[in-house]
């Protein structure tokens, strides 16, 4: 879907004069894109690609910020922080670590638009780390918790003529507690990082109906050549209907509608199908209305598409993309960026690594115990990337990784508390239905090497009946029980097919991690480390041709895909393909390409 960027309708900013005081904190390296950023136009873009009006307004910008011992209000402010970047981040102007003893406060002022009069207005969040309090003008708006997922708050009712307050109260225990953090500790080493702290997606607020449309989630169903397009509907009366376009480009190809509360469902008699060779996209529109009068509209878009496996005539499982065998091969992807942390200094850089990645030959990113922003999976979609979506792990003893290497069948689990297992459930449920209307996101992957992983085989079947229409990774390279649809092994530095599942599909969650230090492109100068290390692209070239060889001949006697490690540098982690500021790259890029090719046709060629 081509989606139009709209002009912000204009908050309540802060004098240019101010805009021209931020800096960045600290001295750390920086990618291309935080060194030209623009205070005064961070993030632009509309945040939510799957659902679109036209109506709203950014508040990304220069906040009011204080950290303070929890339980404690600012009397007074410790300055400005650049939203939406991390109080711990150099692009948030801050830099600084917040906490669990502490609270980060947040405050800014705003105006509506004259026109909205008559219309809600909701105060929208894309994500925030991790328990969030919110006030308009003193009202309080409530709490979320959870530091992946979007939510909003309907504000018309606290809003006034002229300027409106905003204010912020968020408290993230990091490793201290017992939700989901993925790979963010109060003291960084090896493998895990810096802590991200309060708001890190864009903040904006957008004028509605009072009747309107709350979500759209739509579902592919291949086999009936059908699109089940879900909708809730905000205040809706007796009578309301939604109605369901579906377009090819300026063509409509079919048309639905529903009363509310149920689905409707468009029917594509030669559907153009979805795959990372030919990423085809339809615009949808979804219309609310009542006895022929429209209410609401917004815009959004599908893919026909099928995850599944199915038996090659050897009888080993394949992963399968629209009933056809494909080797899903792609890089371990962290999301991290040394000058923004878990937030892109802007879209373009968003994208960025996904194109990369594509150029590179690759056809899948395993999106490692983060969540992006719902722009990074729009790109994912348009691009054609499949998408295997781990979920932020957290509750691990003392902080630390609890991989019981390769042992599958006999590692003990964790054994969470009830609000622990209730903190993961709820967010997890959360964070699939975030996601689940993107196309592109083929498997979920409800744990990592058993870092928090308890009670499997629940989770898995849980997440495959929440949503069938995907692929089911219980426990990449964690504890193994028969369950979901694959088994999935971790080896470094080199590919081993060292077990293997005859009833599900195996797979090669990780492996490579092949190190090159880059001095100009350093985290820190004197504490990085790779798997394996060697002093040039050609070597680093050499030696991933060399497991590649081995994965190719794995692929015949068992493997059905594979992830390589890493996409990037992340903190002192230097075995990426690129520098952590994304300014070099680590191989013979034409090499890569050539290699990675080879590899995802290797099912194709084996037939």
């Known amino acids: 879907m081509r989606i139009k960027r709209f002009l912000t309708v204009a908050a309540l900013l802060p004098a240019l004069h101010v805009f021209a005081q931020w800096q960045p904190a600290g001295d750390r390296i920086r990618t291309e894109w935080g060194e030209r950023l623009d205070a005064a136009d961070v993030l632009p873009e509309y945040p939510r690609p799957q659902m679109v009006r036209s109506e709203w307004s950014n508040l990304n910008g220069l906040w009011n910020y204080a950290i303070r011992p929890a339980g404690e209000r600012p009397d007074v402010w410790d300055g400005e922080i650049l939203v939406p970047f991390a109080a711990e981040s150099s692009l948030s102007g801050v830099g600084r670590t917040v906490g669990a003893e502490n609270e980060l406060w947040y405050e800014r002022t705003f105006t509506v638009p004259a026109k909205w009069n008559g219309k809600r207005v909701l105060l929208h969040f894309g994500a925030v780390d991790w328990r969030t309090d919110v ?47 993925g790979k963010q500790v109060k003291s960084p080493y090896s493998i895990w990082y810096t802590p991200v702290t309060g708001i890190w997606q864009t903040v904006w607020i957008e004028a509605v109906p009072q009747r309107y449309i709350g979500s759209v989630t739509t579902t592919p169903d291949l086999d009936r050549r059908a699109f089940r397009v879900e909708t809730s509907i905000c205040g809706a009366e007796p009578g309301d209907r939604v109605e369901v376009t579906l377009f090819d480009g300026d063509t409509k190809v079919a048309h639905a509608a529903a009363a509310c509360g149920a689905a409707a469902e468009l029917h594509v008699a030669e559907p153009r199908l979805w795959s990372p060779s030919a990423p085809h996209l339809y615009d949808m529109e979804v219309v609310l209305t009542h006895d022929g009068k429209v209410i609401d509209r917004v815009r959004s878009y599908a893919a026909m598409r099928k995850f599944s496996t199915a038996r090659d005539s050897q009888g080993i499982v394949r992963l399968c993309l629209n009933d056809e065998p494909l080797f899903q091969f792609g890089t371990l992807d962290q999301g991290w960026w040394p000058d923004g942390l878990y937030t892109a200094p802007t879209d373009e850089a968003l994208a960025y690594d996904i194109v990369k990645t594509k150029e590179w030959g690759y056809n899948m990113i395993r999106k490692h115990i983060k969540v992006e922003p719902a722009r990074w999976y729009w790109h994912c979609d348009r691009l054609g990337m499949i998408v295997w979506q781990d979920m932020p792990s957290g509750d691990q003893a003392d902080g630390k990784p609890q991989w019981q290497d390769k042992n599958y069948f006999t590692g003990e689990e964790k054994h969470r508390t009830l609000a622990s297992e209730e903190c993961y459930r709820k967010e997890w449920r959360e964070i699939i239905d975030a996601l689940r209307g993107f196309p592109s996101i083929g498997v979920w992957v409800p744990f990592n090497e058993a870092w928090g992983q308890f009670k499997t085989v629940d989770i898995a079947e849980w997440t495959k009946m929440y949503d069938p229409s995907r692929l089911v990774n219980p426990a990449s390279g964690g504890n193994h029980y028969l369950t979901g649809d694959m088994l999935d092994l971790h080896n470094y530095p080199n590919p081993s097919l060292y077990l293997y599942d005859s009833k599900r599909a195996t797979v090669l969650g990780e492996y490579g991690g092949i190190g090159l230090v880059m001095r100009e492109h350093l985290w820190e100068p004197d504490r990085n480390w790779g798997y394996i290390s060697f002093s040039s692209p050609d070597e680093v070239t050499d030696e991933y041709e060399k497991y590649a060889e081995m994965l190719y001949d794995m692929i015949s006697r068992g493997f059905s895909a594979a992830v390589y490690t890493q996409t990037t540098d992340v903190e002192i982690e230097v075995n990426g393909l690129m520098t952590y500021d994304r300014k070099a790259v680590k191989v013979d890029e034409k090499r890569l390409r050539r290699i990675n090719e080879k590899i995802c046709n290797a099912l194709n060629d084996n037939r």
């Open 135 to 181: 006030w308009v003008n003193g009202v309080s708006m409530g709490r979320h918790e959870g530091g992946f997922t979007p939510f909003e708050f309907d504000i018309t009712e606290a809003l006034k003529k002229g300027g409106n307050t905003l204010r912020v109260r968020v408290w993230d225990p990091t490793d201290d507690g017992h939700q989901p953090r």
